[in-house]
């Protein structure tokens, strides 16, 4: 039987919540498709930094690199640790894994409601490829004369070729493999989210590194849309959109728009993934940690569980995954069993439970 060892971090707030859902579907899913899975979870995060001044040990990297993947909850609470500081966790373990494809498919499930009068089922399924290690969120710059009437900040942002290329040539690939443009000679779109009318270095760059690449792939469509008019269109026309690929920053931004699109962020997962899986990919919520809300049984674990049915994939249980999907989608059709995000009154366990029988 195949055996899979999974590094869970459960993480801030209601992490430790939606982690055990995630968990109990893998699980379920293992026992069905006849795979073994074992977890081991470590209790990283904005305590841990409480106690010990770091929010993950030294050799944590060491850790988890013997782990064929990792889950993560959700990290922050800024009661507790500014959210600059708690936000190292993650970026440490994206670049130090070089975790350079942050996923985030988009897709509405039949029966959510969303408060997007242009979205459905039928018109939002797109998948938005952000760069995950560079660009904006590089953090070079400094805080100079600090306290002063002179004082200012300098930012840098960091666009090497390698790491625009890679990323972009990954959104071609999916886009090829994905199909969606079925009807004519074209078999998907990649639209480049960029914005090199103000931004004339960056993403000047950017677009420059989009055009090499898209000469290798004539037989998939190319669009560009400047970010600001991109949110406007991911609104208008959402059927418009295959694969969008995007900079670390707009991709973080506009994938929180694509949350709305699908029914909210208690429904939005994404993976930081490293294509060439030299090390582990991670696999989270991309809601946060909810600090409010601890305890209290009632955040929609979908988005856990749908960031699992993402790690099933990658790590090759292309049916299991798709057995997870289809539970996903038979749960939330039916309306019975839901969180109060959803209109419902179930709990989180509940869900999650519901979710699990069905999977199996």
């Not at 919520?285 to 809300?293: F, L, R």
């Amino acid at each position: 039987m195949t055996g899979y060892r999974v590094a869970v971090i459960p993480g801030d707030g209601v992490g430790t919540e939606v982690a055990a859902e995630a968990v109990r579907v893998l699980e379920a899913a293992g026992s069905r498709f006849g795979f073994d899975l074992s977890t081991e979870s470590y209790a990283w995060g904005c305590d841990w930094y409480l106690e010990r001044g770091e929010m993950m040990p030294e050799d944590a990297l060491e850790t988890l690199a013997g782990f064929d993947a990792i889950f993560l909850g959700c990290i922050g609470d800024a009661a507790k640790v500014p959210d600059d500081v708690s936000l190292t966790m993650l970026l440490r373990i994206r670049t130090g894994f070089d975790q350079y494809v942050n996923l985030r498919p988009i897709r509405l499930y039949p029966g959510v409601s969303t408060p997007i009068e242009t979205a459905s089922p039928e018109t939002v399924d797109m998948v938005v490829v952000r760069e995950n290690t560079e660009g904006e969120y590089a953090r070079l710059g400094g805080i100079f004369k600090a306290g002063s009437p002179d004082g200012f900040a300098i930012q840098t942002g960091v666009f090497t070729r390698k790491g625009c290329e890679r990323v972009i040539r990954y959104a071609f690939d999916l886009a090829r493999s994905r199909k969606k443009l079925g009807d004519g000679p074209e078999v998907g779109r990649v639209t480049n989210c960029t914005k090199s009318n103000a931004l004339n270095y960056s993403m000047v760059f950017w677009d420059q590194v989009y055009s090499s690449v898209a000469a290798d792939y004539p037989e998939v469509a190319t669009d560009k849309a400047l970010v600001d008019a991109l949110t406007m269109w991911f609104v208008k026309k959402p059927e418009w959109f295959d694969v969008v690929v995007a900079s670390n920053l707009f991709g973080d931004i506009i994938t929180d728009l694509g949350s709305m699109l699908q029914g909210g962020m208690g429904l939005a997962a994404g993976g930081n993934i490293d294509p060439e899986r030299r090390y582990p990919s991670m696999f989270e919520p991309i809601h946060g940690s909810a600090p409010k809300y601890t305890g209290q049984g009632r955040v929609n674990p979908i988005a856990s569980i749908e960031a699992a049915r993402m790690m099933l994939d990658h790590l090759g249980e292309h049916q299991a995954a798709e057995g997870v999907g289809s539970a996903i989608s038979k749960v939330l059709a039916a309306g019975e069993v839901r969180t109060a995000d959803l209109g419902g009154t179930s709990s989180t366990a509940e869900v999650g439970a519901a979710v699990a029988a069905e999977v199996g």
